[in-house]
C-alpha cells in the first residue's frame, strides 16, 4: 500500500491547488523513495524520462506560424468565413470537424491537434457562428463570454473524442501493437485487423455521443441568442448599460482564482 | 544526429528565443522569472540527449521552483491595434489559411513519402509553414518568435506539465503502483462472477490511467493482473476483443484526469478558458456513458 504514496500526494497536491510542476516533483520524490531509491538516483530517473519525453513538448515548434497567423487576422477571418454559411452553427462545426478526425484518425493519420486546428480555426469558426446577428454589446456581455466558454470546451472535447476513440481503427496504430505484445507474451495471440475491426462499434458509440453533446450544444445557443437579443435588442444598446445583463440565470460557474496561478 | 535530434535543437533553441526576447521585454512585471523558466527548458529540449540525466533533474526542480514562486507572468508583445489587424485581414482575405493548413497536410505527406515519423513531418511541415507566413504576411523571423513567446507565456507552466508527468510516471512504476492496484482489484472481485471480472477489468484500467495520465502505461499491468488471468483465461473471453476495449476503457479514464495535461490542461490555457479544469469537468459524463459502452460491448461480444 506505500507504493500508492506518490498518488495520494498528486491528489492531496492537486486539491489544495499547489503547482502541479512541485506536486509533481514531490510525487515522485516520494515514489522514488518507497522504491528504494536514493534522492540522487531519483533525480537522474526524472531528468532521464524527462529527455525521453521531449515529444510531447514538440507542439511548441507550432506557436511562432500559429501566432504570426493570429496576429494577422487569422481568427477573424475564420469567424468572418463562418459567417458567410447560415447552416454553419457552433455543434455542426464541431461534428464535422469531429468526423473528419475520426476517418482520417482510422487511416492513421494525426491530422489536427489543439495547437495547429482547434485554437486558431475550430474554436473562433464556432464562436463566430454563435456570434452571427447578436449586436457588439451582446457579444461583449458576461453572457456571451460564458456561452463561448462552453463552445470552446466542446471543441476540445470534440479533439480529444476524434483522437481517442478511433485511432485503434488504424490496424498499425501504437496502441494496438502494445495490446498485441502484452498478450503475446501471455500466450494469447491475437491478430490486428481482428482488433482493429472491433474498435470501431466504440468509435460509433462516440460519434453518437457527440451529436448528442453538440445538438444540445446548439439548442443551448439558440435560447442565450434569444435572451441576448431581448438583453441587448440592437446596437444603440452599446456598452451594455442594461442592468439585466448579468442576472440571468445562467449557472455557469466561473471561478477566477483558477484562470491564473 | 537523426531528424527528431535536429527538432529538438530548433524547438529547444526557438523556446531559448523566447527567453531572450523575454529579457529585452521592459514592460514584463517578471520579466527575469519568465526568461530563466525558458531558458532553462530551451536547453532542457535542445541538449538533453547531451546533458548528464542528473543536470536535467536540476532544471527541473529548478523550472518547478520558478512556477510555484509566482514567477511567470505575460508582457508586451508589439501586438497590433484591432483596427490594424482587422485591416491586414481584409487585405490577405482567406490565403491566412495556407500557411495554418500546410501544417497539417505537410506533416500527412512528408510523413506518407518519406516514412519517417510523424513528429519529424510535424518538424519539417511548420517550419515550411513558418517560411510562408513569413514571406506572405512581410513579417520578419522575430516578430514570429515574439509571436510564439505570446502564446508560450499565456499557456504558462502548463506548457511543460505533460514532460513533467511522462517522468512521474516512471518513477510510479517503480514503486509498482500498477501492482498494488492490480492486487487490489483482484482482490475484492468475486471471480466466480464473469459481470464482476469484466467490470473489474474496464473500471481498473480506467482508475489506473486515470493515476497515470496513459492508457498505455496502464495496459500492461492491468492487463497482466486482472484482464488476462481473469477475462480471458479464467472466463474464455475472446483476448483480441477484450484487450481492444480494455485499451478503449482505459482511453475513458485519459479524459477524466488531470494528469492527461496535454489533452485537458494545456488546452484549457491554448483555448484561454477561465477554469483550467472546464474541459475535465464536461468530460467526465461522456467518458463514463462511453466506459458503460466498452463494458456492455465486450460483454457482448467478447464471450
Known sequence: ?261 | MSGIDILYLITGLATMAFAVLTLTDRDHPRRLGTSAFWMIFGISLAFGGWLPDAVVGLAMLALALLAAAGQLGLGNYGQLSDTVRKARMQRFGSRLFIPALLIPAGTFIYTLTTGQSALVGLGVATLLAFAVALLMLRERPTTGLQEGRRLADSIGWAAILPQFLAALGLLFDQAGVGQTIAELVSSVVPDTSLVACVIAYCLGMAIFTMLMGNGFAAFAVITSGIGYPLVIALHGGNPAIVGVLGMLSGYCGTLMTPMAANFNIVPAALLELDDRYHIIRTQIVPALVMLTANISLMLLLAF
Open chain 1, 1 to 261: 500500500m506505500l507504493s500508492l504514496i506518490g498518488v495520494v500526494v498528486i491528489v492531496v497536491g492537486l486539491a489544495l491547488r499547489l503547482n502541479a510542476l512541485l506536486v509533481v516533483l514531490v510525487a515522485g520524490f516520494c515514489s522514488g523513495l518507497v522504491a528504494g531509491m536514493t534522492p540522487t538516483e531519483i533525480l537522474e530517473a526524472l531528468g532521464h524520462a524527462f529527455t525521453q519525453n521531449r515529444a510531447v513538448s514538440l507542439f511548441i515548434i507550432t506557436l511562432p506560424v500559429i501566432g504570426l497567423l493570429e496576429r494577422n487576422g487569422l481568427r477573424d477571418q475564420a469567424e468572418r468565413l463562418v459567417q458567410k454559411f447560415r447552416a454553419a452553427s457552433a455543434g455542426r462545426i464541431t461534428l464535422s470537424y469531429l468526423v473528419l478526425r475520426k476517418l482520417t484518425n482510422a487511416f492513421g493519420l494525426q491530422l489536427g491537434g489543439h495547437p495547429a486546428m482547434i485554437r486558431p480555426l475550430i474554436a473562433p469558426m464556432s464562436v463566430g457562428a454563435a456570434e452571427r446577428d447578436l449586436s457588439s454589446a451582446a457579444i461583449a456581455s458576461p453572457r456571451f463570454h460564458s456561452l463561448s466558454q462552453r463552445i470552446r470546451v466542446l471543441n476540445a472535447v470534440s479533439e480529444n473524442f476524434g483522437n481517442f476513440f478511433s485511432q485503434l481503427i488504424f490496424v498499425a496504430s501504437g496502441g494496438l501493437l502494445l495490446i498485441k505484445s502484452v498478450l503475446d507474451k501471455s500466450d494469447a495471440s491475437v491478430s490486428l485487423a481482428d482488433m482493429a475491426l472491433y474498435a470501431i462499434p466504440t468509435a460509433l458509440i462516440s460519434l453518437l455521443v457527440m451529436f448528442v453533446m453538440c445538438r444540445r450544444l446548439d439548442r443551448n445557443i439558440r435560447r442565450e441568442q434569444r435572451l441576448l437579443r431581448e438583453e441587448y435588442p440592437d446596437l444603440s444598446y452599446e456598452g451594455g448599460v442594461k442592468e439585466s445583463a448579468d442576472s440571468g440565470s445562467d449557472t455557469h460557474s466561473i471561478s477566477v482564482r483558477e484562470s491564473q496561478s
